[in-house]
C-alpha cells in the first residue's frame, strides 16, 4: 500500500512539472494555448441536455409555428363548418323585429328555394334591417340603414326584400327613375303569418311584401353570382305568387 501511494504522489509530481513546462512554454509562445473555456462548445450527451439545448435556442420559433398551426386550424374548421346559404333576403321594415322572427321567414322561404351551391342542404339567410323609427333610436336606424345600403351595393346574393310601406317608399327613391325593386311587390298572406308566428313573440307586422331587386343596368350585372340569384329569388317570387 505504501509503494502504490508514493507511486501516485511521484505521478502527480510528473503531472505537476510537465504541466508547469506547458505553462511556460506557452508564456513564451514555444507552444499554442489552448481555447478558454467559454470558447469550448458543450456538446449535449443526454436527451433532456440535447432537449434542454433545443429548447434554449429555437424556444420562440417553436412558439411562433405553434400559434401560426393554431389560428390555421381554427381557420380552417370555421371555413368548413360554416353555412354556405344559396340566397339571402332582405327583411327592411319601420317596425323593430327580432332574429328569431327572422329566423322562421328563413325557415319559409327555404321551402321553395333549391340547392343552388350543391351541397346537399337549403339554407337561406335573412338580413335583419328592421328598426323602429323614432328620435329616440336615431343611432341604430343610422347603422341598420347604412347596412342596408352595403348590401344593396355589393351583396350578389340578396336579391329578395321584404318591406312594409315605408320601407318599400324609402327603397324606391334609392334610385332617380325609383326601379330598385322590379314590378309591384307581392303581398304576403295568410299562410307566411302563421307559418312566421312564434310563441314568445307573435305574429310579424302586418301588410309585408315582397319585392325582387333590379339586377340589370346595376354594378351586379356582370356578376354570375348575381345572376344565379336573380334568377332563383325569381322563381321563389312566383311559387310564393302560386301557393297563396
Same mark, same amino acid.
Given at each position: 500500500?505504501?509503494?502504490?501511494?508514493?507511486?501516485?504522489?511521484?505521478?502527480?509530481?510528473?503531472?505537476?512539472?510537465?504541466?508547469?513546462?506547458?505553462?511556460?512554454?506557452?508564456?513564451?509562445?514555444?507552444?499554442?494555448?489552448?481555447?478558454?473555456?467559454?470558447?469550448?462548445?458543450?456538446?449535449?450527451?443526454?436527451?433532456?441536455?440535447?432537449?434542454?439545448?433545443?429548447?434554449?435556442?429555437?424556444?420562440?420559433?417553436?412558439?411562433?409555428?405553434?400559434?401560426?398551426?393554431?389560428?390555421?386550424?381554427?381557420?380552417?374548421?370555421?371555413?368548413?363548418?360554416?353555412?354556405?346559404?344559396?340566397? !339571402?333576403?332582405?327583411?327592411? $321594415?319601420?317596425?323593430? %323585429?327580432?332574429?328569431?322572427?327572422? =329566423? @322562421?321567414?328563413? /325557415?319559409?322561404?327555404?321551402?321553395?328555394?333549391?340547392?343552388?351551391?350543391?351541397?346537399?342542404?337549403?339554407?337561406?339567410?335573412?338580413?335583419?334591417?328592421?328598426?323602429?323609427?323614432?328620435?329616440?333610436?336615431?343611432?341604430?336606424?343610422?347603422?341598420?340603414?347604412?347596412?342596408?345600403?352595403?348590401?344593396?351595393?355589393?351583396?350578389?346574393?340578396?336579391?329578395?326584400?321584404?318591406?312594409?310601406?315605408?320601407?318599400?317608399?324609402?327603397?324606391?327613391?334609392?334610385?332617380?327613375?325609383?326601379?330598385?325593386?322590379?314590378?309591384?311587390?307581392?303581398?304576403?298572406?295568410?299562410?307566411?303569418?302563421?307559418?312566421?308566428?312564434?310563441?314568445?313573440?307573435?305574429?310579424?307586422? !302586418?301588410?309585408?311584401?315582397? $319585392?325582387?331587386?333590379? %339586377?340589370?343596368?346595376?354594378?351586379? =350585372? @356582370?356578376?354570375? /353570382?348575381?345572376?344565379?340569384?336573380?334568377?332563383?329569388?325569381?322563381?321563389?317570387?312566383?311559387?310564393?305568387?302560386?301557393?297563396?
Amino acid at each position: 500500500m505504501a509503494e502504490k501511494k508514493t507511486n501516485e504522489i511521484l505521478e502527480e509530481q510528473k503531472k505537476a512539472r510537465q504541466e508547469f513546462l506547458e505553462l511556460k512554454k506557452m508564456q513564451h509562445g514555444e507552444m499554442k494555448a489552448p481555447p478558454k473555456p467559454s470558447e469550448i462548445a458543450i456538446v449535449p450527451k443526454t436527451p433532456k441536455e440535447k432537449w434542454d439545448n433545443f429548447w434554449f435556442q429555437y424556444k420562440w420559433y417553436v412558439v411562433a409555428i405553434t400559434a401560426i398551426t393554431i389560428v390555421i386550424s381554427i381557420l380552417t374548421v370555421q371555413c368548413a363548418t360554416r353555412t354556405r346559404y344559396d340566397i !339571402e333576403v332582405v327583411f327592411f $321594415s319601420y317596425t323593430a %323585429v327580432l332574429d328569431d322572427q327572422t =329566423e @322562421k321567414i328563413a /325557415d319559409y322561404i327555404e321551402k321553395y328555394t333549391n340547392d343552388l351551391n350543391g351541397d346537399g342542404e337549403v339554407n337561406v339567410l335573412v338580413l335583419n334591417c328592421s328598426f323602429t323609427d323614432s328620435s329616440s333610436n336615431s343611432q341604430y336606424k343610422y347603422t341598420v340603414l347604412t347596412k342596408l345600403q352595403v348590401t344593396i351595393a355589393g351583396d350578389q346574393n340578396a336579391i329578395l326584400y321584404i318591406t312594409d310601406d315605408a320601407a318599400y317608399d324609402y327603397l324606391k327613391q334609392l334610385s332617380d327613375d325609383g326601379g330598385l325593386l322590379e314590378g309591384e311587390p307581392y303581398p304576403l298572406g295568410e299562410d307566411f303569418y302563421k307559418e312566421t308566428e312564434t310563441e314568445e313573440f307573435g305574429s310579424l307586422p !302586418e301588410g309585408l311584401k315582397i $319585392s325582387c331587386r333590379r %339586377v340589370g343596368g346595376t354594378t351586379l =350585372e @356582370k356578376s354570375k /353570382d348575381a345572376e344565379t340569384a336573380y334568377n332563383e329569388s325569381k322563381k321563389i317570387l312566383e311559387s310564393l305568387k302560386n301557393a297563396g
